[in-house]
């Protein structure tokens, strides 16, 4: 997407967003920016913020897929998915911290990560290519963030807003999905050692797998496949949770591992993005 190719709204809300980034002040909802209910002018928005990052060293390896919930897709009004790139430099160490002040709004939620070995270039992907094709699972914690004040989006808002991401956290042991059910696996999440989440497989798309064969085809259809060595955030296994400086997440996934991440208190005398605590029901 060149310069002179960008429709004008496209490159306002773009601009929006990314200033809301830079500077860490949540902006207004950017759907009254874009035709009514236009995801893919949203799509266009989400592309031209990722081609900038690029342009300035940044480097997508992956890929997340939000909208994993029935339940949410039925708030939104939407029956399908989205999906946003993974940077280079989203990724936070296993129990490693998140610095204060580097995200707006973090909630956090546990899922399963692919790892794959192998290209999906197909449009008509099935889970025979993309079991094929994954090299291994992790278990992960996204670290969701929104550049909307209040968390108060649309579809269109979130896909706009590479589909709300923030940070992801990897565990550090490789699984290979050989005997490994990804439907059947639990998942429980604790916030300073108390259960804030909990939920299966099953709660995403049926299965991490039918999610990942969604994202496929999705992208082979529109010429950008993923790729040998793509991480693949698959989806919420179960409800998000808010995070605040000084607190630690730990998430286990049966089969999978633990895998853990703090958010670090600020240096005394500084001030941190706005607090969750205003922000809305998630959408993400």
């Excluded at 790892?115 to 025979?128: F, K, N, R």
């Excluded at 439907?183 to 039918?210: I, K």
Aim: with cysteine; charged share 20%; proline share 7%.
């Amino acid at each position: 997407m060149t310069t002179g190719d960008v429709p004008a709204a496209v490159a306002k809300t773009a601009d929006v967003l990314a200033e809301a980034s830079r500077t860490a002040v949540p902006c207004p909802p950017v759907r009254g920016l874009l035709p009514d209910g236009d995801v893919a002018a949203a799509y266009a928005v989400q592309r031209l913020n990722i081609e900038r990052a690029l342009t300035g060293g940044r480097r997508v390896i992956g890929r997340k897929i939000g909208l994993t919930s029935p339940a949410v897709q039925r708030q939104l009004g939407v029956d399908q998915p989205d999906f946003g790139a993974l940077l280079s430099d989203m990724a936070v160490p296993e129990y490693g911290a998140v610095p204060a002040g580097r995200l707006l709004q973090p909630r956090v939620e546990a899922e399963v990560a692919l790892v794959l070995g192998a290209d999906l270039p197909h449009a008509q992907c099935t889970v025979a290519d993309v079991l094929r094709a994954v090299d291994y699972a992790l278990p992960a914690l996204e670290i969701v963030d929104s550049r909307i004040a209040g968390w108060d989006i649309t579809i269109v808002d979130t896909v706009a807003d590479n589909a709300s991401s923030g940070l992801f956290v990897l565990g550090g042991t490789p699984v290979s999905l050989t005997g490994l059910d990804l439907r059947s696996v639990t998942m429980t999440m604790t916030r300073d050692g108390e259960q804030v989440s909990a939920g299966t497989g099953a709660a995403c798309l049926g299965s991490p797998l039918n999610a990942a064969v969604w994202l496929a085809s999705t992208l082979a259809a529109i010429g950008d496949p993923l790729r040998a060595g793509d991480v693949v955030l698959t989806g919420a296994l179960g409800p998000m949770a808010d995070a605040r400086p000084g607190m630690t997440f730990e998430a286990h996934i049966s089969g999978l591992g633990r895998v853990g991440v703090t958010f670090a208190e600020p240096e005394p005398g500084t001030e941190t993005a706005a607090s969750p605590d205003a922000a809305k029901e998630d959408r993400s």
